[in-house]
């Protein structure tokens, strides 16, 4: 096989050449989400930000292992900890 050749195809079968690119649903989204909400509940949190446009809600996760910051309080001194 030509070295060439042999580049190509390498090129072709990549992990990245196998994923599905394309825009999910809002319901997709959100039950994603849920599913790494529930298998993994001491560390993520899953909290709503406000509503779409369409009246849609706009969920939010983050992950800590720790005690995680509440909405609406001061993160400047979590932030300069970084």
């Known amino acids: 096989m030509?070295?060439?050749l042999f580049v190509l195809?390498?090129?072709f079968?990549?992990?990245?050449s196998t994923l599905d690119f394309r825009y999910h649903s809002n319901?997709?989204?959100?039950?994603?989400l849920?599913?790494?909400n529930a298998s993994?509940?001491?560390?993520?949190h899953l909290y709503?930000?406000?509503q779409s446009v369409l009246g849609n809600?706009?969920?939010?996760?983050?992950s800590c292992p720790t005690r995680c910051v509440q909405m609406g309080e001061n993160t400047d001194r979590y932030r300069d900890t970084l």
Do not use: C, R, W
């Not at 319901?27 to 994603?32: A, P, T």
């Not at 993994?40 to 993520?44: C, E, M, S, T, V």
């Not at 809600?57 to 983050?62: L, V």
């Open 9 to 11: 195809v390498l090129l």
């Open 40 to 44: 993994n509940p001491d560390i993520a």
């Open 34 to 36: 849920l599913q790494v």
């Open 13 to 16: 079968l990549t992990p990245a």
């Open 57 to 62: 809600d706009t969920p939010a996760a983050t």
């Open 27 to 32: 319901q997709e989204m959100e039950q994603y």
């Open 48 to 50: 709503s930000i406000g």
């Open 2 to 4: 030509p070295p060439l």
